[in-house]
């Protein structure tokens, strides 16, 4: 059973990796990454092994215009690990979190063609009895012309009243 547990800096080149590895995420600087796990530790969470290797992440923070609202940015695990519940997992341990962050609701965007990703986010507003709403938040021409971008949907989640 995988510990879950906030990120650290030396965890950064490990979550670019896993991000790089995904096929589907857009990979952001080996530096932001280690920005992340410092600035936004508190809102994020790793899967961590016994060894201390580091298989999956998420990645959020709280809307500086809206503090009662996390975003999560990233949710990634590692191939070797898809398809065992882990992002759920996760995704459950930083909902938990929201009540002591002050937040009642939960955001991400999510691409149309990623239905993983849907999938994950519609059953965490289940599990948590809360309501899901969806709606375009940044359409194709938000993204440069040489960038190939799908919309991104806003899934807005809440409220969310702390763990299941």
Not at 16 to 21: F, G, L, T, V
Not at 75 to 94: F, K, N, T
């Amino acid at each position: 059973m995988p510990k879950l547990e906030a990120p650290r800096t030396d965890d950064a080149p490990r979550l670019w990796e896993i991000a790089r590895d995904s096929g589907v995420l857009d990979v952001n600087s080996p530096y932001s990454y280690a920005l992340w796990c410092r600035d936004f530790a508190q809102t994020s969470v790793v899967a961590r092994e016994e060894d201390g290797a580091v298989f999956g992440f998420v990645t959020g923070y709280v809307r500086p215009d809206d503090p009662r609202t996390l975003f999560v940015w990233q949710v990634a695990v590692d191939a070797s690990r898809r398809g065992r519940g882990l992002a759920g997992r996760m995704l459950g341990h930083l909902g938990g979190q929201l009540p002591d962050l002050g937040c009642g609701y939960l955001e991400a965007t999510v691409t149309p063609d990623n239905l993983a990703s849907s999938r994950l986010f519609e059953s965490f507003a289940r599990s948590h009895g809360a309501r899901l709403e969806r709606r375009e938040l940044f359409g194709e021409d938000v993204f440069p012309d040489e960038v190939d971008h799908e919309p991104e949907v806003l899934f807005r989640i809440g409220p969310v009243h702390g763990r299941t």
